[in-house]
């Protein structure tokens, strides 16, 4: 990881610590880190093309059309 990457990160988490409540838990904390990093891999996965159609998703599932 670069240290750009390490900046951005650290200021995404002040953000993201920032936004909460002043009652907010460690694992309000956590979950929203969690959901962060999910939706930003989410994200790089659908830039760098690794999704699949619905088509496809159906046709892996058995799923009817």
Known sequence: MSSVEKTDIRTK???????????????DVMYRIY???????GLKDVSD????SVEEVRKRFGLAE
């Open 35 to 41: 959901v962060r990093q999910k939706i930003e891999n």
């Open 49 to 52: 093309g690794n999704t699949l």
């Open 13 to 27: 988490v002040q953000e993201t610590i920032q936004s909460l409540p002043d009652s907010a838990s460690w694992d």
